[in-house]
């Protein structure tokens, strides 16, 4: 739309009609300067946007590759239990531990040694 007002300007100033017209003339200037330094303007702008905008993304990608992070680790923390807990689950009757009087015990310490210890292993990385 500026390169339109501007030609329209430049055209006018070059025309028969304005040729005598001094007054006209320096107000067309005028004018045309006013807009390339809006167009400036604009410019300035538009690319300080871009930027604010690009920032402003680039800090929500760290933020969901943060929370991403978190769940993957939240995960493995509890999948060593969860495997643990299904394989006991399966009601099978040829499990010695099941027979013993400390098999259930002994299972849930399992479950929780398998949960802790990665979770020390993460903490140790500093992963979380």
Request: glycine share 4%; proline share 5%.
């Amino acid at each position: 739309m500026e390169s339109l007002i501007n030609r329209v300007i430049n055209y006018s100033q070059q025309s028969n009609k304005f040729a005598k017209n001094e007054p006209q003339i320096l107000r067309l200037a005028t004018m045309l300067a006013d807009l390339n330094s809006i167009a400036e303007h604009a410019n300035f702008l538009s690319g300080s946007i871009t930027f604010l905008l690009e920032a402003l993304l680039g800090i929500i990608q760290l933020e969901q590759s943060n929370i991403v992070k978190l769940v993957s680790i939240v995960s493995l923390i509890f999948l060593p239990p969860t495997l643990i807990a299904s394989i006991y689950g399966m009601n099978f009757e040829i499990m010695p531990e099941l027979k013993q009087w400390l098999g259930y015990p002994i299972t849930l310490l399992i479950m929780l040694i398998s949960g802790w210890l990665p979770y020390k292993i993460c903490k140790k990385k500093k992963w979380l």
